[in-house]
């Protein structure tokens, strides 16, 4: 997911990815993962905020010198 700069700070980021976790969940999917870069700021503090914690990168990002990576437990219906 990608806000524009000048988008950032409004919730729209917070609003998707809250969309996204709700969708996830009536999916019934238990446990979300994502990666981000070193260097997006921004996002690593959504992430955070949003209650994601930091997890082992996995595949490609495995041992990647500029990859964050998250996961966050999802409560089941």
Do not use: N
Request: glycine share 12%.
């Amino acid at each position: 997911m990608f806000a524009a700069p000048e988008a950032r700070g409004c919730g729209v980021g917070h609003a998707v990815l809250r969309e996204l976790e709700a969708r996830a969940q009536a999916l019934g999917v238990g446990r979300l993962v994502l990666e981000t870069g070193i260097h997006q700021h921004d996002a690593i503090r959504l992430y955070e905020r949003a209650g994601y914690e930091r997890t082992s990168c996995w595949g490609d990002y495995a041992g990647s010198a500029t990859s964050v990576c998250y996961h966050k437990l999802v409560a089941k219906d």
